[in-house]
């Protein structure tokens, strides 16, 4: 099978993390400040890379296409499975919490949230957290994405377009988050996040799965 560029660079992805070690740690407490407590053992990172935030966020189970970005995973305690957001390997109404993170881009937005809509149960939640078309990062990489391997093929989205698909997917009780307010170079220590969007690059949606009968 063909390796991805996710593959290949892998290494050089995740290390991207330590050498922007003030950014990870803004998302990561932007994306806590919304974590349920009821959590529990059936949580899923979906696109979850190399671990670094099913780990950090207490995440068991990771997915990913990528192998080689699943053996970092794997080696921060997260168990890997290899697949796709569009056919998840899950049963339905099996997990508690559902996570995406900056890898919604990648995907086929409504055919990765009716699989993230059929494998949460009832009233389990569904995190995600993305940049913001508009934002600053956002901006960034849509004028770079042409030249870049990683974002050459991504379809960056506003949070209001976000939030709608989600209410058309069955989704509902709806609170935001966002943080990275300044271009990343000049983010030297983890910022604090706020409620709401509009000024940060790096936003965080946390809905409730509803189910009829």
Not at 22 to 33: F, G, L, T
Not at 84 to 100: D, H, N, R, T
Not at 151 to 180: C, P
Not at 198 to 210: E, H, L, Q, Y
Request: aromatic fraction near 10%.
């Amino acid at each position: 099978m063909k390796k991805t560029v996710y593959d290949i660079h892998a290494k050089n992805y995740d290390s991207w993390y330590d050498r922007n070690s003030a950014v990870y740690a803004s998302e990561i407490e932007a994306i806590q400040k919304l974590m349920p407590s009821c959590s529990g053992k059936n949580s899923i990172e979906i696109g979850v890379g190399t671990g670094r935030f099913a780990s950090k966020l207490g995440i068991n189970y990771g997915i990913d296409p990528s192998v080689s970005m699943l053996e970092i995973s794997a080696s921060r305690g997260v168990r890997c499975i290899k697949g796709v957001s569009e056919w998840l390997p899950v049963k339905s109404s099996s997990m508690g919490l559902a996570l995406i993170v900056t890898s919604f881009c990648l995907m086929d937005a409504n055919m990765t949230l009716e699989e993230v809509h059929r494998i949460l149960s009832t009233e389990g939640y569904f995190i995600i957290a993305f940049v913001e078309k508009n934002g600053i990062l956002g901006e960034k990489y849509r004028k770079k994405a042409s030249k870049s391997r990683f974002y050459r093929n991504v379809v960056f989205r506003t949070t209001e377009n976000i939030i709608s698909m989600l209410k058309e997917h069955g989704f509902g009780d709806i609170t935001v988050m966002q943080t990275l307010f300044k271009p990343l170079n000049q983010i030297q220590r983890p910022e604090e996040a706020e409620e709401g969007f509009g000024r940060g690059s790096f936003v965080v949606i946390k809905a409730k799965c509803i189910k009829n009968g």
